[in-house]
């Protein structure tokens, strides 16, 4: 059980660190960008670096993700026995790393890519790479070690099982808070599984030319308000929130007038005149981003001193996070920070 005072701090800090925070009315202050040393200056205004730009980008990039990491970590275990929500929310990352550990080792890449550092809320020992046994002993990850990473040539196949494995825990650890500390967080979640499930089946489809029947496999079929039991995927009588994208696959790709009724509609990449048509998941995935963004936004502040505002907020600075990197990675391209509020279809 956690304390009225414990809840009252987690609220009053996080709503402290929003204030401050790039999202919101707070993203208009990076319009006039076009620089990175203007952004390093703007983000880090006590600690700016003078380096060449090449060199700035990629240490302005691990600085922004390490300040992301370090506010949501001391807001998680400012609790004594933090939920496992926020432990999974954040532990999101690790999921990336492992992924991308993954790849590397498929690829016989000695050098291992970068990893970020979670501290206490890591469970992955990534200095170990690429001993795969090693990196993943005692872990929820350890059913790595019965899959032939060099097999899956793209990387798809395991890269859709810790997908799979990351939401239906994210979403069972809901049910282990009282009703009223996770009213919003269910709400989000279940649209960040079930727009999460289109993309994958817009991207199977478009990218990699998979049939349907195989990406329904892959779908992670979540009814709404029950805990996820893997034996009862195969009952149909009840809706999930796999549905939207299961219905997707049946709609032809350059067809926009087939998607019409879809439920996920407003999402897709808009005709232009005198072009033809196809879906775009990058358009997808950048308006669902969005979507869950405003969601965040306005069940932040709505139900005071629960479980609640702390997702949110933690949902909120990964937003951030990924804003500013990618608004850095433009600078580094030449292109301006309003330029890439165009691309991802961000509102200043």
Partial sequence: MIGSGKRAYAFAKACGIIGKSFVGKGIARLSPITRLTELDRLVFP????????????????????????KQMSALVLSFRNPPELLLRLVRAYEYGDIKSALSAIAGGEVKPPEFIDLGALGTVNFNAYPDLAVMVKDTEFAFLLDEDVHADKNGILLQTKLDRQY??????SLFSLPEKDRIA??????????????????????????????????????????????????????????????ASLSMALDNRPDWEKWNRVAFLNPEKSGESWNVDPRYFQNAASQHLYRLARQFFRRNPFSIDTVSCFIKLKQFEEDLLTSVAEGLGLGLSAKDVFAMLEVEP
């Fill in 185 to 246: 967080i269910k709400k989000i979640l279940a649209e960040e599984i079930a727009l999460r499930n289109a993309s994958w089946a817009l991207r199977l489809r478009v990218y990699y030319g998979m049939a349907p029947e195989e990406i329904k496999k892959i779908l992670v079929p979540i009814r709404n308000g029950k805990k996820y039991v893997p034996q009862e995927a195969s009952d149909t009588t009840d809706r999930t929130l796999a549905d939207d994208a299961a």
């Fill in 167 to 172: 939401y239906t825990l994210l979403w069972n």
């Fill in 46 to 69: 006590l600690a700016s670096r003078d380096l060449p730009e090449r060199e700035l980008l990629v240490d302005l990039e691990q600085r922004i993700v390490g300040r992301a990491i």
